[in-house]
């Protein structure tokens, strides 16, 4: 069984960094592509970034571009979020997930698994 297993997400004023991490067990990490999304209240859940499997292929969501960056250590079964120049539009509930296969995708039903999330609060 996979499990992920957010961790890292906080209170953190306008302007500040947050770097969010995604510990994935029970099964070989470097086979999945897998990415990041959030969920504001209120709002649906949105996509944030997507990494391929070796971590050369990133994708970010338009409103993250430039501040976001997505990474991944595959010898420590994690996935990272760095969130820079962060304002209040970023609060929300942080999830990372994994797809089984295929590639990096924006898609939310793309992932078969997911994390409970990380709640990242940006104050003004």
């Known amino acids: 069984q996979v499990q992920l297993v957010e961790s890292g997400g906080g209170l953190v004023q306008a302007g500040g960094s947050l770097r969010l991490s995604c510990a994935i067990s029970g099964r070989t990490f470097s086979d999945y592509p897998m990415g990041w999304f959030r969920q504001a209240p209120g709002k649906e859940r949105e996509f944030v970034a997507t990494?391929?499997?070796?971590?050369?292929?990133?994708n970010y969501a338009d409103s993250v571009k430039g501040r976001f960056t997505i990474s991944r250590d595959n010898a420590k079964n994690t996935m990272y979020l760095q969130m820079n120049s962060l304002n209040p539009e970023d609060t929300a509930v942080y999830y990372c997930?994994?797809?089984?296969?295929?590639?990096?995708?924006?898609?939310?039903?793309?992932?078969?698994?997911w994390g409970q999330g990380t709640q990242v609060t940006v104050s003004s």
């Open positions: 990494i391929d499997w070796g971590g050369r292929y990133t």
């Open positions: 997930a994994a797809r089984r296969s295929g590639a990096p995708s924006g898609r939310e039903n793309d992932y078969s698994y």
